[in-house]
């Protein structure tokens, strides 16, 4: 058999099944509804699930929902409005308690901790209860789970403990090492002695994972080099691989991937360098929002 002949047979061979498709409506409509089936499936246990069955919303109603159900149908408008102003004014603050309470705990650690009042739009390094450096946060986002959890009369509970660190991805390294050749002697090293060193200009993102399912992403005001665009691409590659990996972990061990809560904050280059540099492994986090 020639070469020509042999790729004319494989084409037929292979272009069988679309034959027969063509020709059998029934199968062309089995074809089409598995295709829609597996994303749809795919979709229902990797992302309707988690959220649906999360583990840190409350099984029953908050108990400014149940204060306002227990009400008679006859009470007047103006007391519904001020019973729900109170119950929003309660829930802020107990946000506000569990959040002190988070900073007071951390306050007890020697090590460096972060601090993130999106209230405030601040994001602090803190060492015993002292500011080392505050950092304005120029804009943020967060997921709708918070505000699922806000309405439920849980957010603070979720709030009321420090998060700790369990992993971390960046674009930048975590030590940056600077070669610098020492000098040959007395003179050669007085001379060089003003001399300071150049200032990394080194674009930075990172993304930390704490516990209780909260994850907390970093951006930098400034655009990124054209460099920095390829590290950007790698670490945004590197990132939604270990989501699916986690999630096709959990499937492989029957169980429903985590649905995680996530807050995006921008800052300044300076500041989003300075901050994961600063903080050490398992680090606290103590968060308001």
């Not at 061979?13 to 063509?22: E, M, N």
Request: net charge positive; with cysteine.
């Amino acid at each position: 058999m020639t070469r020509q002949n042999f790729g004319v047979a494989l084409l037929n061979w292979l272009s069988k099944p679309f034959r027969y498709l063509r020709q059998n409506r029934k199968a062309q409509f089995v074809f089409f509804l598995s295709l829609i089936f597996f994303p749809l499936f795919i979709f229902v246990i990797a992302v309707v699930l988690p959220v649906a069955r999360n583990p840190f919303e409350a099984s029953v109603e908050s108990e400014a929902l149940e204060t306002s159900e227990a009400l008679p149908d006859s009470t007047p408008a103006e007391i519904v409005t001020g019973r729900r102003e109170l119950a929003q004014k309660m829930a802020a603050l107990e946000i506000n308690q569990a959040f002190l309470q988070t900073r007071l705990e951390l306050s007890r650690q020697d090590s460096i901790c972060l601090i993130v009042d999106l209230l405030d739009s601040t994001a602090s390094l803190e060492v015993r209860g002292v500011p080392m450096r505050r950092c304005k946060i120029l804009r943020s986002r967060s997921s709708g789970l918070a505000r699922r959890l806000r309405n439920q009369g849980r957010l603070h509970q979720w709030l009321a403990a420090p998060f700790i660190l369990q992993e971390q991805l960046a674009t930048l390294p975590k030590a940056p090492i600077r070669i610098k050749e020492a000098p040959k002697d007395t003179i050669e090293a007085s001379e060089s002695k003003g001399e300071d060193l150049p200032i990394e200009q080194r674009d930075a993102e990172f993304t930390l994972h704490f516990d209780r399912n909260l994850t907390l992403s970093v951006e930098q005001a400034q655009p990124p080099s054209f460099s920095g665009r390829l590290r950007e691409l790698w670490y945004d590659l590197r990132r939604n691989f270990n989501e699916a990996r986690d999630a096709v972990t959990a499937l492989m061990h029957l169980q429903l991937p985590q649905h995680r809560l996530w807050i995006e904050i921008e800052l300044s280059r300076e500041d989003a360098k300075a901050i994961y540099r600063a903080l050490p492994t398992q680090a606290g986090l103590a968060l308001r929002l």
